[in-house]
């Protein structure tokens, strides 16, 4: 990986570089991680849960919450530098969802999914993070030989990711934050027999994170409107 982020660093090929995805890894020192994957000079970081799901949970090791408390532990370190570094879509979609906005990735937020993944086959399915549930979950039986894109809006699994909020069960919806969480990432919630009408399986960490963010966004809000107003 390092000779593969030196090269996409260098000068020949930097405008091909995006961004890095990391797996947050309780077992790991997260500012540690963190600042090794600042040097590469990113222009963004992804931070995402390793996938897991009620039949298959993730390791938790030390802790209710592990990965809740590494996650916060880069974001008080991103949140406080005093320039931006670079940019964490998970950090800045939870700050945009907080005060009103949208998000862009799959972990968190009501944003439909816009996305099909189309297999070497020309199978058209499912994004293939539900691989991670059970085999097949990606399938939808369409191929781009015989279907047009379109008929893949009338798959259940597909249709289910664009209704937003009437996806989720009655319960989940009472929780005050379902609009921010939006339920976490939906192969997170598989839990066999059920489905995917179920919090996810990352739903405290999810829960500790946001409320952590969101106070720290409030702080600084109500500081901002102090200032003015003096």
């Excluded at 797996?23 to 849960?49: H, K, R, V």
């Excluded at 996938?51 to 209710?64: D, K, L």
Aim: overall charge negative.
């Amino acid at each position: 990986m390092r000779s593969t982020c030196r090269l996409l660093t260098g000068p020949e090929y930097r405008d091909l570089f995006a961004g890095l995805l990391c797996i947050a890894d309780p077992a790991t020192d997260p500012i540690a991680c963190y600042e090794a994957l600042l040097g590469y000079g990113p222009p963004s970081i992804d931070l995402l849960l390793p996938h897991a799901n009620w039949s298959a949970p993730p390791e938790r090791g030390a802790g209710a919450t592990p990965h809740a408390d590494w996650l916060i532990a880069i974001f008080d370190r991103w949140y406080a530098a005093p320039r931006q570094e670079t940019k964490v879509r998970l950090f800045e979609d939870i700050i945009d969802l907080v005060l009103g906005g949208s998000s862009r990735s799959e972990q968190v937020g009501l944003s439909p999914v816009a996305v099909v993944v189309v297999e070497t086959d020309g199978d058209i399915e499912q994004v293939d993070s539900l691989k991670s549930s059970y085999q097949g979950a990606c399938a939808t039986g369409l191929t781009v030989f015989a279907d047009p894109f379109d008929a893949a809006l009338e798959h259940p699994g597909i249709v289910a990711r664009q209704i937003g909020v009437q996806a989720l069960g009655e319960t989940w919806r009472e929780c005050p934050l379902h609009e921010v969480c939006g339920g976490g990432h939906y192969a997170h919630r598989y839990r066999p027999r059920e489905g995917y009408r179920n919090p996810s399986v990352y739903c405290a960490d999810m829960l500790k994170l946001i409320r952590h963010i969101r106070q720290q966004v409030v702080a600084d809000l109500r500081k901002h409107v102090a200032n003015q107003a003096s």
